[in-house]
C-alpha cells in the first residue's frame, strides 16, 4: 500500500529541540514494519507552524496530492499533530473519506468502529481544550512573573543590555553593557542636541563602523535607530502586556507563508500594563526631550529647503483664512519675461483633490512680497522683544506691574492675614474665659473666615502676576540673547538659515484677502545656545530651545 507521513510541530522552540525528527522516526518505524512503501516526496512536514491554523504549507500540499489519487493513506502520530481544532479535525477527515483515503494514528487504537471514531472525535475535542488551557496558564503564569520582577522579555534582545538567566536559585538580572550605552547616549545626544534625524544618525554610526545590533546585515538600518530612540526602557522604565496581538488590516506576505496569523498589533488599555524597572541609562528628561525632538523632525521634513527645489520661505506654514485649507507652493510663467514668479496657493482653489464642492474664492499670493512681509515683521520682534508679552494673552494679567510694588503689595497682605488671625486666637481666649456666648463666636469667627479666604484668593492671584511677571522677563531676555546669536545684521543670514529660524519661531500665517495673521512659537523658557561643532560637547542641559547650526556666520559658541 501507499502511504504518506504528515509530521507538525507548533513553536521554533520545538523544531530546535529536535521533536519533529523524533515525530519521523516513528513514522517510519510504524511504516516499515506494516511493509508499506513510501517516496521521498510523500513526507509532509509543518516546522514551526501552530495546529489551530487549517493553511499551512505542508498540509496544503497534501491535501492536493490526495485529490490526485498518489496513495491510499496517510500515517501521523496523533489526531492533535493533524490539527488543534475539533471542527478542522473532523473537515479533514470528511474530506480524505470522500477521496477513499485512510487515516492511521499511531497513537489511536480505537480503529474505524463507530466506537472508534466517537472516541478519536473527543480526543480531538479534548487536544483543543488542552491548547486553550496551555495558552490560558502560559499568559496567567507569564503575568505573575511580570509583576515580580522575574520575566523580562524586553531585555532578551535589548540593545545596551545584558540579560543574565536564572541561576542557581538566582532571579533573572539584567545589565548595562558600558560599550553599547555609550552608543545609545551618543544617539540621544545627537537627536536633542544637533537636531539630527534618524537616518542622518544611521549614516554617522555606518561610517564609524560602529557594531548594529544582532541582524543579517552587519549595517544600521533607520528603523533600528529609531526604536532605540523611542524605547522607554533607556529611561528606566520597562513595560509589558501593553499590545496584543491582532489579525492585521493588509498584509505584505502572503498567509501560506506565515507561521501565524495575527501579525499586528494593537494597543491595549493602560490600567493592563505591567510596569517595572530597568536599569537607566538616560534621564527621563532627555527622553521626553527626544521624542519631543523627532515629532518636530516629523513636523520640519517637508518644511526644510531644498537646494533643488523653489525657494518658498514659508514652505507649509501659510494657511488660507477663507476656507482654513493650507497653501501650496506653485511657480507661473511670467507673460512678457521668462522668468517664473513663485505664489502660495490654497489647496480649496482645485476643489476635487481636497474633497470640496465649490472652489475657495481666495487669490495667489506672490511668495516674495509675503515672505519679506513675514520676515520684516519677524526681525521687528526679535529687535524689540519688549513688545512680545503684548502679543500674548497671559500679558493682560502682569500688565504694567513691577516687581517692587508686587512685593510690597504681597506684604501688606501677609500683615494683613497676620491681623486676622490674631483676631481669631483672640475670639478663642475671650470664649475660654466665658466673655462671649458660643453663637457669638459663631457669627465672629465665620466672619474672620470669609475675609481670610478672600485674603488668599488676592494672595494667589499676586503670586500667579509675579510669576507671570518673572517669566516674561526672562522669555525678553532669551529673546535678547537669540538676537545677539544671530548677528548684528539679520539680513546676512543665508536662505537656509533663515528659513531655520522662520520654522522654529513661527507656528503658522493666515492669509485673508490683504490681512496676514502671524501667529508666533515663543520657546524661549530657557536660554538658547549655539552648536557649530559635532566635537563639542553640550553646555549643560538642553533646553527646550533647540540649537541652530549658523555655518554662514563661524559665531563664536
Known amino acids: 500500500m501507499q502511504v504518506a507521513l504528515y509530521a507538525r510541530v507548533s513553536t521554533p522552540n520545538q523544531q530546535q529541540e529536535g521533536t519533529i525528527m523524533s515525530q519521523v522516526h516513528s513514522l517510519h518505524r510504524y511504516i516499515r514494519q506494516h511493509g508499506w512503501s513510501l517516496l521521498p516526496e510523500h513526507e ?35 489526531p492533535d499533530r493533524l490539527a488543534r481544532n475539533y471542527a478542522h479535525q473532523w473537515l479533514l477527515i470528511e474530506e480524505f473519506e470522500k477521496l477513499q483515503v485512510q487515516w492511521v494514528f499511531l497513537q489511536n487504537p480505537f ?9 478519536t472525535q473527543m480526543q480531538g475535542m479534548m487536544a483543543e481544550y488542552e491548547r486553550a488551557q496551555i495558552h490560558e496558564r502560559t499568559r496567567r503564569g507569564r503575568l505573575e512573573k511580570a509583576r515580580r520582577g522575574e520575566f523580562m522579555p524586553w531585555a532578551y534582545r535589548c540593545y545596551g543590555y545584558r540579560y543574565l538567566p536564572k541561576r542557581h536559585g538566582h532571579l533573572p538580572q539584567v545589565t548595562i553593557d558600558p560599550t553599547e550605552a555609550a552608543v545609545v547616549r551618543q544617539l540621544y545626544r545627537g537627536l536633542v542636541e544637533e537636531q539630527l534625524s534618524c537616518r542622518l544618525l544611521t549614516k554617522r554610526l555606518n561610517e564609524a563602523q560602529i557594531p548594529p545590533p544582532l541582524g543579517k546585515k552587519p549595517v544600521w538600518h533607520v528603523a533600528s535607530v529609531r526604536n532605540i530612540l523611542i524605547n522607554r526602557v533607556y529611561a528606566g522604565q520597562a513595560r509589558y502586556n501593553y499590545r496584543q496581538p491582532v489579525l492585521p488590516k493588509y498584509r505584505r506576505t502572503e498567509e501560506t507563508q506565515l507561521a501565524y496569523l ?19 541609562i538616560i534621564t527621563p528628561e532627555l527622553f521626553e526631550k527626544a521624542q519631543l525632538q523627532l515629532r ?56 476635487l483633490t481636497c474633497g470640496r464642492v465649490t472652489k475657495c474664492p481666495s487669490h495667489l499670493v506672490r511668495a516674495d512680497r509675503l515672505d ?12 524689540t522683544p519688549s513688545v512680545i508679552p503684548l502679543l500674548h494673552q497671559n500679558w493682560a494679567q502682569s500688565k504694567q506691574h513691577d516687581l517692587t510694588a508686587l512685593s510690597a503689595q504681597q506684604t501688606q497682605l501677609g500683615q494683613r492675614r497676620q491681623r486676622l488671625e490674631r483676631q481669631t486666637q483672640r475670639l478663642l481666649d475671650a470664649y475660654q474665659t466665658e466673655v462671649i456666648t458660643l453663637r457669638e463666636l459663631q457669627l465672629r469667627r465665620q466672619k474672620l473666615t470669609t475675609e481670610l479666604q478672600q485674603l488668599d484668593r488676592e494672595l494667589q492671584q499676586l503670586t500667579h502676576t509675579q510669576q507671570q511677571t518673572l517669566h516674561w ?21 543665508s536662505f537656509a538659515d533663515r528659513q531655520t529660524v522662520v520654522q522654529c519661531l513661527i507656528k503658522k500665517i493666515v492669509v485673508t484677502g490683504e490681512q496676514v495673521d502671524i501667529y508666533y512659537v515663543l520657546p524661549f523658557d530657557q536660554a538658547p545656545q549655539v552648536y557649530n561643532s559635532s566635537n563639542q560637547q553640550p553646555e549643560g542641559t538642553p533646553g527646550n530651545f533647540y540649537r541652530l547650526r549658523l555655518a554662514d556666520l563661524c559665531l563664536p559658541a
Open 473 to 493: 522677563q526672562e522669555i525678553i531676555t532669551h529673546v535678547d540673547h537669540f538676537r545677539h546669536l544671530l548677528g548684528k545684521n539679520l539680513d546676512r543670514l
Open 111 to 119: 480503529g474505524d468502529t463507530p466506537q472508534g471514531k466517537l472516541l
Open 262 to 280: 495575527k501579525t499586528g498589533r494593537s494597543y491595549r488599555p493602560p490600567q493592563d500594563w505591567v510596569w517595572s524597572e530597568a536599569p537607566a
Open 44 to 78: 509532509y512536514i509543518d516546522e514551526g507552524i501552530s495546529g489551530a491554523r487549517l493553511d499551512r504549507p505542508a498540509l496544503d500540499r497534501l491535501r492536493d496530492c490526495a485529490q490526485r489519487g498518489e496513495f491510499d493513506a496517510v500515517v501521523v502520530l496523533s
Open 296 to 351: 518636530r523632525n516629523a513636523e520640519a521634513a517637508r518644511k526644510m529647503y531644498q537646494p533643488s527645489a523653489r525657494r518658498y520661505l514659508l514652505r507649509t506654514l501659510v494657511k488660507c483664512g477663507d476656507c482654513g485649507l493650507g497653501c501650496v507652493g506653485i511657480a507661473q510663467k511670467g507673460k512678457t519675461s521668462p522668468a517664473h514668479y513663485l505664489y502660495y496657493e490654497c489647496k480649496g482653489r482645485q476643489p
Open 372 to 383: 519679506a512681509v513675514v520676515w520684516n515683521s519677524l526681525c521687528q520682534l526679535l529687535r
